[in-house]
């Protein structure tokens, strides 16, 4: 009946693949099975560490076209669902962490209100919804120019002291903590140091992708 109902949506409201724009059918959401095909292609084919991180998951290799794309209309293009999606097939491939909750890396109340959106947030509720873990909205991130902007050094010393906890964390509990892409690592690494502050005893982390 799902199906039924929206083959006939799809006729007079037709949606479009959010990474190339084509006609999606009725058995297809938010992506086109070849854009799927190729996100699906794109995974890192090892992982890497990062101090301070009991263990880190990078899934999909920034440097290949389609997922620079991708990356780009969830940043950029007004496209929240992206986010959503890509949690959702994330969490359908993956075994659920043995973690108590998931975090999102926040963004500053500046970027958030021009972008409209946090796109981690998103990311997370996908895999929320998935794998039945609670989101904890616990980090905060004062306003810093923006990391793509700085060099080496001037990343890690602009992430350092930019994150602070809303609340007090559970004594020992484990996290997931969640970011769209990994570069140098020196944000994922900034927040951790607030985790562990804070209580936490472990701190996985993990993101959409990661760029060489
Ligand atoms: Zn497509």
């Known amino acids: ?7 006939f949506w799809d006729k007079i409201w ?16 938010t ?7 190729e996100v ?9 560490t990062l101090p301070l991180l009991d263990s880190l998951d990078c899934w999909l290799d920034f440097d290949t076209r389609a997922i620079q794309r991708l990356m780009h209309q969830l940043k950029f293009g007004q496209s929240p669902e992206i986010a959503l999606r890509l949690g959702q097939l994330y969490a359908a491939t993956h075994d659920a962490p043995h973690v108590d909750a998931l975090i999102p890396a ?3 109340w500046r970027r958030k209100w021009s972008r409209g959106y946090n796109q981690s947030e998103w990311l997370v509720r996908g895999l929320s919804e998935t794998w039945g873990l609670p989101i904890w909205d ?35 509990c484990r996290v997931q903590l969640w970011d769209d892409t990994l570069t140098t690592g020196a944000t994922l690494q900034a927040m951790a140091e607030v985790l562990y502050r804070g ?3 472990e701190v996985h982390g993990a993101t959409l992708a990661r760029a060489h």
């Open 138 to 172: 616990v980090l905060h991130k004062e306003h810093r120019p923006p990391q793509a902007t700085l060099g080496l050094d001037a990343r890690s010393a602009s992430a350092q002291g930019a994150y602070r906890l809303k609340r007090p964390l559970p004594h020992g």
């Open 106 to 108: 926040p963004l500053s």
């Open 199 to 201: 209580g936490a005893t």
């Open 14 to 29: 037709p949606r479009a693949c959010i990474s190339c724009a084509c006609e999606l059918i009725s058995a297809e959401c």
């Open 40 to 48: 699906l292609l794109a995974r890192m084919p090892e992982q890497s």
């Open 1 to 7: 009946m799902y199906f039924f109902w929206r083959s």
């Open 31 to 37: 992506l086109c099975s070849t854009c799927l095909d």
